[in-house]
């Protein structure tokens, strides 16, 4: 049998945004469980995810929405307790959802005992879980470091008279990973959740755990744009993080993970194809995918996009697991960054090519960013280099369930303002309807469940490179041949593929019977248009 992870769909849940059970406004793990049949009941009427990845539940100050622990064995207790976590483990493991827990490496809160132990004096036997130097002369940081959420990666302490470096915010600071028990530690801590059930981890800025040894100056970015880019990217981040460590630890936590059967490591990277490789190749065992980000980065074209396919399918070996991301809890929502058209094009894509795609939850419902006013911002990011507009809480909204007070996510008003088109992008309306988002990305997960070809078959891209606006591509096993053919495009397209005759299995539109015969060597394309086809 296959592991879970060849033919799943996984879907990101933000728990402070998915359902609220105890009327505080913010999501909670009582309300995960409580929704769970929405994600997979074993029915086509549930969308029939296969895995559930949850962005941080720890105990945790929420400085930075929880990738800021203070406790990595307890939960906190605005989500619930550990007793809860155990019953949604359970619950979900019984309708065959695997649980995915985001692994927060590089950093702890600044509120976490070893931190606080660690910076009471610089005799503490903690003292060196953490990153201290000395200040330069004059009293400046050690080195010029970025924070990637802005300003000096160093912050001075005055009791102890050193700076401790923190790569995100000052209330993140960076573990010492070169720390021989900092690595027990936290393989302890791996351990008690993989105890407890759960699958496997989301590695959170993995980059960020190899530093370079002797400090040096990040050198100065040539294309960087004052007053346009933001700051973090003046600097080449070539001693600051990336260093060759990060694939040791890496093979080391994928053999933690193998305690699991079909235990699995994703890390968070967003790097371009050429620097993929190398970090597959960090797991002997090939329990390990890093994220591939590139897709919320390319120009929406159908030619970038099969390039880059065609060129990540090759890359690969055949153990080598692809995988394919349009959104996540730091990200512009993909409805957002395409357009309601094209990003139902693009989730035709992401449900029918090779590998483990990622959802992030309200994608299918085409939720879109919510203008945030000034005084509801939550995402510090927005406020301490808001100039850049790099706050995150447009993507991070209560999920919409339904169209009452609350969009049904609470009984009270949430954390963070709902979108305006609630009332009619929401759950129970989209349930009802048969066009909607929602019943296409039902309708395709489905497909891809029941379907050989799009769960192990392989890939084989279609047309000239010099194609423009239709993307095409086969998968094939010997069971079933497939072809999915998707018009990135605001205009009709014809296109001329070699197969005399195929049915339809169902198009982005969905309006088009299902089992209807087209002739693909004369399909025209509505704009923004998709088919899935069987060929006959
Ligand atoms: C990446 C996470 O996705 C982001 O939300 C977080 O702020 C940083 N890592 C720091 O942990």
């Not at 929704?35 to 105990?59: F, K």
């Not at 990738?67 to 307890?74: E, R």
């Not at 993140?172 to 008690?192: G, I, K, S, T």
């Not at 303002?417 to 909607?436: F, G």
């Amino acid at each position: 049998m296959q592991p879970w992870h060849r033919n799943a769909v996984v879907y990101q849940i933000y728990p402070r945004s998915f359902k609220d059970t105890n009327g505080d406004g913010i999501g909670d793990l009582a309300g995960i469980i409580k929704q769970l049949d929405y994600l997979n009941d074993g029915t086509e009427t549930s969308l029939g995810i296969g895995a559930l990845w949850l962005s941080p539940i720890y105990r945790s100050p929420m400085v930075d929405g929880g990738y800021d622990v203070l406790d990595h064995s307890a939960i906190d207790p605005r989500f619930g307790d550990l007793a809860t976590f155990d019953q949604l483990v359970t619950e979900a493991h019984r309708r065959g959802i695997k649980v995915i827990m985001d692994f927060v490496a590089n950093h702890t809160s600044h509120e976490h005992p070893w931190f606080l132990e660690a910076r009471s004096s610089r005799d503490s036997p903690k003292r060196d879980w953490y990153i201290w130097r000395d200040p330069k002369s004059a009293g400046l940081p050690p080195n010029n470091w970025l924070s990637v959420f802005g300003g000096p990666a160093w912050t001075f302490d005055a009791k102890t008279r050193q700076y401790y470096l923190h790569s995100f915010f000052p209330e993140q600071p960076d573990l010492n990973w070169r720390n021989p028990e900092v690595e027990a530690r936290m393989r302890e801590v791996m351990r008690f959740w993989l105890d407890r059930g759960v699958d496997g981890f989301r590695v959170d800025a993995v980059l960020f755990v190899a530093k370079d040894s002797r400090f040096r100056d990040d050198p100065p970015n040539p294309s960087y744009r004052a007053g346009k880019d933001d700051p973090f990217l003046s600097l080449r981040h070539m001693y600051s993080l990336g260093g060759k460590e990060v694939t040791s630890l890496l093979e080391k936590w994928c053999e933690i993970v193998a305690a699991k059967d079909d235990g699995l490591l994703v890390s968070e990277v967003d790097l371009p194809l050429s620097e993929l490789r190398s970090l597959y190749c960090a797991c002997a065992n090939h329990r390990h995918l890093p994220f591939n980000f590139n897709l919320m980065r390319l120009p929406w074209s159908a030619s970038w996009y099969r390039t880059f396919i065609d060129h990540y399918e090759a890359s690969l070996s055949p153990e080598d697991l692809p995988n394919y991301v349009l959104g996540n809890h730091d990200r512009p929502r993909v409805a957002t960054r395409l357009g309601q058209s094209a990003a139902r094009l693009s989730a035709m894509l992401l449900l029918t090519l090779r590998g483990l795609p990622f959802i992030y939850y309200g994608d299918e419902l085409g939720m879109e960013d919510v203008m945030v006013p000034p005084d509801e911002v939550k995402d510090p990011w927005e406020f301490r280099i808001g100039r850049f507009g790099t706050g995150r809480d447009p993507a991070r909204t209560p999920m919409q369930w339904d169209g009452s007070r609350w969009a049904g996510f609470s009984q009270v008003k949430p954390w963070l303002p709902l979108e305006v088109e609630y009332q009619k992008r929401n759950v129970a309306a989209e349930s009802r309807d048969p066009h909607s988002f929602l019943t296409l990305y039902r309708t395709l997960i489905h497909v891809r469940n029941s379907s050989p070809a799009l769960t192990i078959g392989t890939y084989r891209s279609l047309l000239p490179r010099s194609e423009r606006n239709v993307l095409a591509f086969a998968r094939e096993c010997p069971a079933e041949k497939l072809l999915v053919v998707l018009n990135f495009s605001s205009h009709e397209e014809m296109v001329s593929l070699g197969y005399p005759k195929a049915s339809v299995i169902c198009t982005t539109g969905l309006d088009i019977p299902r089992g209807e015969v087209v002739d693909p060597r004369k399909l025209t394309l509505r704009p923004s248009e998709g088919y899935l086809l069987r060929i006959e």
